[in-house]
């Protein structure tokens, strides 16, 4: 994924909705807010697009990487049972395909973690470019009608440089309209940083749990305990 991308997904993100709803203001048009509204759409379907990419990407290698781990495992068992047969010249060569096999599915392995990662990244930005978006479009429609309220009490637009200078001119209705524009979208932000973490903490505790699993599949193996393998490889990962 190329980093201009990840880069705009950001500038998005971390826009400044209340300059922005200033800018409304100060120019007696959402204008402003339309365009953002334009590139967050835009931005989120190939967003979309990518994520879609990448989690197809991911399934296809967690595959190969299983297949060849299995096939590993495979010669692991037949190189034991050749050894103990005195077949040395088999179990040489099956031992050159084990290797070839364990080193193909490390690659994969590596491979998997890195498009997961990845695609984690992808769906973390949307998840915090989606609630940006909604934010902005709610805050578009009160905007609207603080530019009308501001309009019928004859405030010329030229004099609305934010919304601090609106709540200065002593206008009890348009201050009122302009706090709660204030306290919504501090709460939209409030909001993103909440799923973010939330989202963050089930990644880990899911990783966690799986590094676990992993382990006690080794120690299971390395016992010569019972192992369900088709249990272990879904545990695995």
């Known amino acids: 994924m190329a980093q201009s991308f990840f880069q705009k997904i950001e500038t998005l993100i971390k826009a400044n909705l209340h300059a922005m709803v200033d800018k409304a203001l100060e120019s007696n048009s959402v204008a402003v807010l339309d365009e953002y509204i334009r590139q967050a759409e835009d931005n989120l379907d190939d967003l979309e697009d990518a994520l879609v990419t990448i989690k197809g990407q991911v399934k296809t290698l967690k595959r190969k990487y299983e297949t060849f781990r299995a096939e590993a495992e495979a010669l692991d068992r037949d190189i034991d049972r050749l050894l103990k047969l005195g077949k040395e ?3 040489l ?7 070839t096999k364990i080193d193909l599915a490390e690659e994969y392995r590596k491979q998997y973690e890195q498009q997961k990662a990845e695609a984690d990244r992808l769906a973390d930005a949307r998840l915090k470019l989606e609630a940006r978006l ?20 004859e405030i010329a637009a030229r004099s609305m440089k934010s919304l601090d200078a609106l709540e200065g001119v002593g206008d009890s209705d348009i201050a009122r309209v302009a706090d709660k524009i204030r ?7 409030a ?5 973010t973490t939330r989202l963050s903490s089930q990644i880990d505790e899911v990783l966690g749990k799986d590094k676990l699993m992993s382990q006690l599949a080794e120690r299971r193996r390395r016992l010569g305990l019972e192992v369900d393998e088709e249990a272990e490889a879904a545990d695995s990962l």
């Not at 306290?183 to 932000?189: K, P």
């Not at 909001?191 to 799923?195: K, P």
């Open 89 to 91: 010249d088999l179990a």
């Open 93 to 99: 060569a099956a031992q050159n395909q084990y290797n």
């Open 191 to 195: 909001e993103v940083e909440m799923r």
């Open 134 to 153: 909604r934010a902005i479009k709610q805050e578009r429609e009160h905007v609207i009608g603080l530019l009308e309220l501001a309009k019928t009490k």
């Open 183 to 189: 306290e919504r979208l501090d709460r939209a932000d």
